[in-house]
């Protein structure tokens, strides 16, 4: 026999995983933005270089 009682959690844990998604894509959009900076950039290569002549 089939449990006909609907369960007003169902789908929930899909429904977060959705969210973190549209976040997790969200976040690295705004990552690429801020490491295409100049700035950002410059100081990557320098701390790169500066570890890389030790």
Known sequence: MHDTTHDPEAGLATAEYAIATIAAV???GL???VLK???VRGMLEGIIGS???V
């Open 37 to 39: 900076s100049d700035t």
């Open 51 to 53: 570890a890389l002549s």
């Open 26 to 28: 969200g976040f690295a």
């Open 31 to 33: 990552l690429i933005l």
